[in-house]
């Protein structure tokens, strides 16, 4: 205890005396000797221990009705904007009325007894529990999700690994809210409408006029409720704890080597936000098995290409022919951040050889080591390394790259770049960038399409020979011809 604290403690006791010292009224006033003499006597009288397990058996019930109840429906609120338009009328209610509203009712629905105080507590911390997890599910990284559907996840997954750790703050901060009202709740109901425990104990200390056992059990009530809200906060705080990678599973993927049959055709593709016009019968095609490259500015419309071939933006009219299982290398990484990066990639493929994951480890200059870090942990380059090792390892037919290559030094860059086209090579998955940098599109371009907009439009188609076919004086000559382009 801090020593501010217990100056605090003496001078609350100080007054204490001092006042009644100066009522000179032990029914109103009582000394504080003859208070803590008083809990004395009550550690050594046995019902008083059967009183404190009655009222804290009751907290329990009433915490986990509260928890098993409250939980579910704040999900659902959080997933149903209707259903929480319904509901919420409801908790308004709930919130409004006064705790003896409850009683009244309660003592009407169980009489005298042992459910009206467990009752009362339900109705108190319910409307806090199904709020608060409500707002939590409401304020899950949408992108999160966006990222696992755009990986087909499975539900079951999703709210295991994305909802309920998104949620996991919120619950705290209920247990740190709810803490103190359940055993004020509790103990009114039992001092109004109980049969057992302190709270009853304390009304009947109240009309035997026994002040020194009231003022008695108010303090012990007090120090049992800090005490609880102190375990409770106790209980909320984790760390993260470096787990064991295991290769628990060693299921080799089985390589097809003629994936995604066909290119990839847009035709007549149209999308705007508000009155901004996107694209506008856009038609392009991207070559099966190739790296296509779209280099363009900022902010012209490259990246809602990507969006609508993987499914997280839909298209308002047009035709879309695209096969296969798509990985997504997004702009913005997307890792899950109580996941370590282990955890993050096994997440869309749980049947990946740990052997295969730290041969792509190699390969983009990174230590193995790395797989027991969180992404709170890594460098603005190294997650989007592990971006890029996810899409990968998902083993998809067609790998769509949303500047992949930004946060990277030019020397890994380059590096990465060239163990990308072996990987593509072997793999053969269709590549779908979009850059602005000319240099990654003369190192590890194939079919380049400039466009320039709004709306998105083809302003130069240039081929090229496969990347692993090049030398260094080709892609000089691509950078020159590009910048030629770029330049006007």
Same mark, same amino acid.
């Given at each position: &205890? ?10 609350i006791i100080f007054t204490w005396w001092i006042i009644a010292f100066f009522t000179n009224n032990q029914l109103l006033i009582p000394f504080p000797q003859n208070v803590f003499k008083e809990m004395g006597k009550l550690f050594l009288d046995y019902s008083f221990y059967t009183d404190l397990l009655n009222t804290v058996s009751k907290i329990i019930i009433g915490f986990f009705i509260s928890l098993l109840i409250g939980i579910p429906i704040g999900f659902i609120s959080g997933l149903s904007q209707r259903f929480f338009e319904i509901f919420r009328p409801f908790l308004m209610i709930i919130q409004s009325s006064p705790v003896v509203s409850y009683i009244a009712i309660s003592m009407l629905w169980f009489g005298i007894g042992f459910y009206t105080p467990i009752f009362v507590a339900f109705m108190v911390i319910f409307p806090v529990i199904v709020l608060n997890i409500s707002e939590g599910i409401k304020s899950t990284d949408k992108k999160l999700l966006e990222m696992a559907k755009v990986y087909n996840i499975r539900k079951k ?19 740190? &809210? ?9 103990? =009114? ?6 049969? !057992? ?28 409720? &800090? ?7 106790? %209980?909320?705080?984790?760390? $993260?704890?470096? !787990? ?8 080799? @993927? ?24 996107? %694209? ?13 490259? %779209?280099?363009?500015?900022?902010? *012209? ?6 969006? *609508?071939?993987?499914?997280?933006? $839909? $298209? ?17 990484? #997307? ?12 997440? =869309?493929?749980?049947?990946? +050889?740990?052997?295969?994951?730290? $041969? ?24 989007? #390394? ?8 998902? +083993? ?15 020397? +890994?860059?380059?590096?990465? @770049? ?22 990654? =599109? ?19 188609? &240039?081929?090229?020979? #496969? =990347? ?21």
């Amino acid at each position: &205890m801090k020593k501010n604290t217990i100056l605090g403690l003496l001078l609350i006791i100080f007054t204490w005396w001092i006042i009644a010292f100066f009522t000179n009224n032990q029914l109103l006033i009582p000394f504080p000797q003859n208070v803590f003499k008083e809990m004395g006597k009550l550690f050594l009288d046995y019902s008083f221990y059967t009183d404190l397990l009655n009222t804290v058996s009751k907290i329990i019930i009433g915490f986990f009705i509260s928890l098993l109840i409250g939980i579910p429906i704040g999900f659902i609120s959080g997933l149903s904007q209707r259903f929480f338009e319904i509901f919420r009328p409801f908790l308004m209610i709930i919130q409004s009325s006064p705790v003896v509203s409850y009683i009244a009712i309660s003592m009407l629905w169980f009489g005298i007894g042992f459910y009206t105080p467990i009752f009362v507590a339900f109705m108190v911390i319910f409307p806090v529990i199904v709020l608060n997890i409500s707002e939590g599910i409401k304020s899950t990284d949408k992108k999160l999700l966006e990222m696992a559907k755009v990986y087909n996840i499975r539900k079951k997954d999703i709210f295991l690994k994305i909802y309920f750790p998104s949620i996991i703050p919120f619950l705290k901060s209920t247990l740190n &809210m709810i803490s103190g009202s359940l055993w004020k709740s509790i103990v =009114v109901g039992e001092f109004l409408a109980g049969d !057992k425990g302190l709270g009853v104990s304390l009304s009947f200390s109240k009309i035997a006029l026994n002040t020194d056992r009231v003022f008695a059990y108010t303090i012990l009530l007090a120090i049992f409720g &800090m005490l609880s809200e102190k375990f409770l906060k106790k %209980l909320s705080k984790n760390k $993260k704890k470096k !787990k064991e990678i295991k290769n628990i599973k060693v299921v080799h @993927i089985n390589k097809n080597n003629n994936k995604n049959l066909h290119d990839i055709i847009i035709k007549g593709l149209n999308k705007k936000f508000g009155n901004d016009v996107i %694209l506008s019968g856009f038609d392009i095609i991207f070559k099966k098995s190739k790296i296509n490259v %779209l280099l363009g500015e900022s902010g *012209i419309g490259k990246t809602t290409i990507l969006n *609508i071939l993987s499914g997280i933006l $839909k $298209k308002e009219s047009g035709e879309i022919i695209v096969e296969g299982k798509i990985g997504y290398v997004f702009q913005d990484d #997307r890792l899950i951040p109580w996941l370590n990066v282990y955890e993050n990639i096994v997440f =869309v493929n749980d049947e990946i +050889n740990l052997e295969i994951i730290e $041969k792509y480890l190699k390969s983009f200059n990174l230590e193995k080591e790395i797989l027991s870090k969180y992404p709170d942990e890594l460098s603005g380059g190294m997650k989007k #390394r592990i971006n890029l090792l996810r899409a990968i390892a998902y +083993n998809p037919d067609i790998i769509l790259m949303d500047e992949a290559f930004s946060s990277i030094d030019v020397s +890994n860059k380059y590096k990465i @770049i060239k163990e990308l086209i072996n990987i593509q090579k072997e793999e053969k998955f269709t590549v779908i960038m979009v850059t602005h940098d000319p240099f990654e =599109v003369a190192n590890f371009g194939e079919n380049v399409f400039i466009l320039e907009g709004k709306p998105l439009k083809i302003k130069k188609i &240039m081929n090229f020979k #496969r =990347v692993f076919e090049r030398n260094l004086e080709d892609n000089h000559e691509i950078l020159y011809k590009i910048n030629k382009i770029l330049l006007g």
